[in-house]
């Protein structure tokens, strides 16, 4: 019997959840062999990084004019923190150019996953190491180069070679247990299923409220409740310029479409109860 083929919407969010997990492994991996970062500081910028995530997302969830979320904000947010002469994009190296407008649309899905990575990466390298254009410029560089050789190696070596130098690249960057995971896809698609679910449920919810504030605001501003993250006299306006995205983005299939179109299901992954996927990331996550 035919194998049922898995619809582009599952195959954007593998390819997004994907990209997003192996951009941040070579990010990491170049600023400790390339740039001498240690563990702690390593962690910090990942925490950071995770925050930054949230900020974005938070923005996203904001209800625009149209009652959608604001991720045109969002995304200009992210753009907002990038230095000058600094490309807040991040296309992701593959083995071939698409080939189709399915593959087209998988390969920019990935980008927008990565730049995401990128963005949030380099702003918390600004702040905890106090990298300029320059040690910014090198990092992608470097990012980029690590992100080639795992796509490389998985087509020449094998994709269980590829994950395996990554793993230990990752593992000597932190200094702790760094896994290979083997998740079947379903597994992968169900959990993104229930993140999106989960901010889809909060969107509409800040959308109701948001609805109510306006009522109570235009009928003389008695009882006006506070938005989401915003104090007591915050007028509830995003920056000019702000941007994200509450139901897009995330990254790939690591080993198939982020290692250049192999068949596979491996992620690296820190020991339990450590820090993985990043607020905004999968369909709900970013522009």
Request: proline share 5%; aromatic share 2%; glycine share 18%.
């Given at each position: 019997m035919k194998k049922n083929k898995m619809s582009l919407t599952t195959e954007l969010d593998l390819t997004r959840e994907g990209t997003a997990e192996l951009t941040r492994w070579c990010i990491l991996i170049a600023l400790h062999q390339s740039f001498g970062v240690g563990a702690a500081r390593l962690n910090k910028i990942l925490a950071r990084a995770e925050k930054l995530g949230q900020e974005s997302l938070d923005v996203a969830m904001t209800v625009n004019e149209r009652g959608m979320p604001s991720t045109d904000r969002s995304l200009a947010l992210r753009r907002s923190w990038m230095p000058r002469n600094v490309d807040p994009d991040f296309r992701v190296p593959v083995l071939r150019s698409p080939r189709t407008r399915r593959e087209e649309q998988l390969r920019m899905a990935g980008d927008v996953a990565a730049s995401m990575v990128w963005t949030l990466c380099a702003e918390a390298c600004i702040e905890e190491l106090g990298f300029g254009a320059g040690r910014l410029n090198r990092l992608k560089e470097e990012a980029l180069a690590n992100y080639r050789q795992v796509n490389e190696e998985g087509h020449t070596d094998g994709l269980d070679v590829a994950m395996e130098h990554l793993?230990?690249?990752?593992?000597?960057?932190?200094?702790?247990?760094?896994?290979?995971?083997?998740?079947?896809?379903?597994?992968?698609?169900?959990?993104?299923?229930?993140?999106?679910?989960?901010?889809?449920?909060?969107?509409?919810k800040r959308a109701v409220m948001q609805v109510l504030d306006?009522?109570?605001?235009?009928?003389?501003?008695?009882?006006?409740?506070?938005?989401?993250?915003?104090?007591?006299?915050?007028?509830?306006?995003?920056?000019?310029?702000?941007?994200?995205?509450?139901?897009?983005?995330?990254?790939?299939?690591?080993?198939?479409?982020?290692?250049?179109?192999?068949?596979?299901?491996?992620?690296?992954?820190?020991?339990?109860?450590?820090?993985?996927?990043?607020?905004?990331?999968?369909?709900?996550?970013?522009?």
């Open positions: 793993r230990r690249c990752a593992q000597a960057a932190l200094k702790e247990d760094i896994m290979v995971e083997n998740q079947p896809d379903e597994d992968r698609v169900r959990q993104s299923e229930r993140d999106y679910e989960e901010q889809k449920r909060a969107f509409l306006d009522i109570r605001e235009a009928a003389g501003g008695a009882g006006r409740r506070p938005r989401d993250g915003q104090s007591q006299g915050q007028s509830g306006r995003v920056p000019a310029g702000a941007a994200h995205r509450p139901c897009e983005q995330g990254g790939g299939r690591q080993g198939r479409r982020a290692a250049g179109g192999q068949q596979g299901r491996q992620h690296i992954r820190r020991a339990p109860g450590r820090s993985g996927k990043w607020p905004g990331e999968g369909r709900a996550g970013g522009a």
